[in-house]
């Protein structure tokens, strides 16, 4: 008897496998990021710029026209696609050592200027590439191989709070913080990153989702303890939710 | 209820077992007694007549291994199971 | 017309419709005209937050085919480096406007020619090289603007106008030539959306596996080398009589002229190698020179940096020797004579 697909993979990812760790969250990222990109049918209109990173090779998993950018510049490399390109959806894909460190000022001023460009924002509060260290997201008293004995607060404050900084500009029009820690979590990650691309879609401005997501292995944890560690002690720092969306008129509770 | 068939894409697995949490009817397990090609013990569901087609597991695995389908209310487990 | 202006308006009318930029003296000119004229023909310009961000959209905007330029001086040449040597890897097409100041550092808002190092060394990392372009003149610097997006597009290359202050402010009568349409290599690399009718297009400098790189910088290296073999010029002018040669480019090739035709007067030959195209430079005009010469002078608004080019091109066939100022002064046409006596003086 012929049963109806409940799940398969999507076509926005190619046939290579991801090099990212057992249970990293990259993977259900690039997952959700590409079932948009289908389900609003611009997979084959969309331009993706990728960071330095781990995710520094999703130009091999993904399925559509992608620059590999200099860390940090992504929002910047995105603005000059965008201006020549305005009727193809563009997006950033950064870490919160791209984005949060040595990006600031290139997201704040992309921000600003109000770009339509959509950025995913994966923040999993370390450096993972490059082998654990602390990132302006790591919090405090979280141990890292450049914060041997935890953060502490007063050498390198706390930290960042992206999104909630994000909001504060206007040219910012959709700031939403998910995780995908759990399968009902990641259904919500996408429903935010729908909303976000819509923004663009519709060209109404900035639009940024920032996603809590995993490192097990500079986490030194299991993939499912660090999942647990997402909602423990991620989320009650970084609370998910919406900032803006002003679309709908302002902050969605 | 609805019934599920779920299919493992064996050697793309990493073992990292985030499905075995993610399912609701805890019926999905990391399989010891084997070693896919990456040498990670692989996924695979132990009693597939349980499955109710959420596609909770499909939703949160990283690397795509799993395809879920909903199949007919007619059919019966000792099918299901011959096709895993 | 306006040095800063001129170069803009031979961009535009080259169809450069991008323009990313950032204000620094003494190039502001520039990203005021491309504001304002810009938008008149449908282009789009932009002020960027940094010189880093500028040379990023440049990227961006090349990689999804756009016809695109940046400008900055010295300080804001550093910062664009990173971006450069990424756009130089992913082979990408753009014009790049250097008005030197003095340096290093914040330097002086006063001409210089001291990014010659930056300019041909390339201030970036690894092995890659960009077109440098040299004008003399408002005109020069029109016709190679103009000429600088096609072979920009030709060779799939960064090329770089390397102008100093004073080029820049300077108003000289400038014709804009009809524009001849050349045969460009079609841009099928470009990111415009796959349409899901191709793969998709990469724009990339990222090798991980050892043999990809070095296959890439062999690919880089054979096309630098077609552009070494075609893309030399310079002007040289009596080099085969000569007692001493010159060597200047730029605004010191017309101070080093004005001190030829002086010593003209006095019976003293002295000839010029005027490079046009720093990268590549012309180390063939260098066979034209007669053997006999007193010596080569090398002239230029630094503490010397070309000098060590012409030191390669002459080989050890004759000495070579440095007359320069830096800080914002300029060599004087009595320095450069003094300098040459001092080359003849020495021989007898």
Redesign the interface.
């Known amino acids: 008897m012929m049963g109806s697909v409940v799940y398969a993979k999507t076509k926005a990812l190619t046939d290579v496998e991801f090099h990212y760790c057992p249970g990293c969250t990259h993977g259900v990222i690039h997952k959700i990021l590409g079932e948009v990109l289908v389900e609003l049918d611009i997979l084959g209109n969309a331009i993706g710029v990728i960071p330095v990173g781990c995710s520094a090779l999703a130009y091999k998993y993904l399925n559509c026209d992608i620059h590999q950018a200099a860390h940090g510049r992504a929002p910047a490399v995105a603005t000059g696609v965008k201006r020549v390109r305005p009727d193809n959806v563009v997006f950033t894909y950064q870490g919160d050592g791209d984005l949060a460190s040595i990006g600031t000022a290139e997201i704040i001023h992309a921000a600003h200027r109000g770009e339509k460009i959509t950025t995913i924002f994966v923040n999993n509060a370390i450096y993972g590439m490059t082998g654990g260290q602390m990132a302006p997201t790591t919090l405090v008293g979280q141990k890292s191989t450049t914060s041997p004995e935890g953060r502490n607060e007063s050498v390198c404050g706390k930290p960042l709070k992206v999104s909630e900084m994000i909001a504060t500009i206007d040219g910012a029009r959709f700031v939403e913080r998910v995780s995908v820690h759990s399968p009902a979590e990641i259904r919500k990650a996408k429903r935010a990153i729908t909303k976000a691309f819509q923004y663009q879609l519709e060209g109404k401005g900035f639009s940024i989702v920032e996603i809590l997501s995993t490192c097990p292995t500079n986490w030194g944890m299991k993939p499912v303890d660090a999942l647990n560690w997402v909602k423990e002690s991620l989320i009650p720092y970084f609370p998910l939710g919406n900032f803006r969306d002003d679309i709908n008129g302002g902050v969605r509770k | 209820m609805a019934k ?2 779920v299919i493992f894409d064996v050697d ?1 697995c ?5 499905c ?3 399912c609701p009817k805890k019926i999905i397990a990391l399989d010891e007694t084997k070693s896919n090609i990456k040498g ?1 013990n692989p996924a695979y569901i132990i009693k597939m007549h349980a499955c109710i ?4 597991c ?7 291994v ?7 209310e ?2 019966d487990e000792k099918s299901i199971d011959e096709r895993k | 017309m306006k040095g800063n202006e001129a170069i803009c308006e031979a961009a535009i009318r080259a169809g450069c419709r991008f323009f990313f930029g950032y204000p620094i003296t003494p190039q502001n000119e520039i990203p005021e005209y491309m504001s304002k004229e810009l938008p008149k023909v449908g282009g789009v310009f932009l002020q960027a937050e940094s010189e880093v961000a500028a040379i990023n959209m440049v990227y961006g905007a090349s990689g999804a085919g756009g016809r695109v330029m940046t400008s900055s001086s010295s300080p804001g040449m550093s910062l664009k480096q990173e971006g450069i040597s990424y756009i130089a890897g992913a082979e990408l097409p753009c014009v790049i406007v250097n008005m030197m100041r003095g340096g290093p550092g914040l330097g002086s808002i006063q001409p210089s020619q001291a990014d010659y190092f930056q300019a041909t060394r390339g201030g970036g990392n690894g092995d890659y090289r960009h077109i440098v372009y040299a004008p003399a003149s408002i005109q020069e610097m029109v016709d190679l603007t103009v000429e600088a997006f096609d072979k920009a597009d030709i060779y799939r290359i960064p090329v770089l106008i390397l102008g100093d202050g004073m080029l820049g402010q300077m108003m000289e009568a400038v014709t804009f030539k009809e524009i001849k349409k050349q045969d460009l290599p079609a841009k099928d690399w470009i990111t415009d959306g796959t349409k899901e009718k191709r793969e998709p297009n990469i724009i990339n400098s990222l090798y991980l596996e050892p043999e990809l790189l070095y296959a890439h910088n062999l690919k880089l290296e054979k096309k630098y080398n077609a552009i070494v073999d075609k893309e030399v010029r310079f002007e040289a002018v009596d080099l085969e009589e000569a007692d001493v040669v010159c060597v200047a480019y730029g605004t010191t090739s017309r101070i080093v002229k004005n001190a030829i035709e002086t010593l003209k007067k006095e019976n003293i030959k002295v000839g010029l190698i005027r490079p046009i195209t720093l990268w590549p430079f012309p180390e063939k005009a260098f066979d034209q020179i007669n053997t006999n010469v007193k010596g080569i002078l090398t002239v230029e608004m630094s503490m010397g940096q070309m000098i060590d080019d012409v030191k390669i091109a002459s080989n050890g066939r004759w000495k070579t020797s440095f007359y320069g100022k830096s800080g914002g002064l300029v060599p004087t046409p009595a320095g450069v004579i003094d300098s040459i006596k001092k080359i003849l003086g020495e021989e007898i």
Request: charged fraction near 20%.
């Open positions: 599920g068939n793309r990493k073992g990292c077992g985030l075995v949490v993610a990670y087609a959420c596609g909770n499909a939703i949160m695995c990283p690397d795509s799993i395809k879920v389908e909903k199949i007919g007619d059919v």
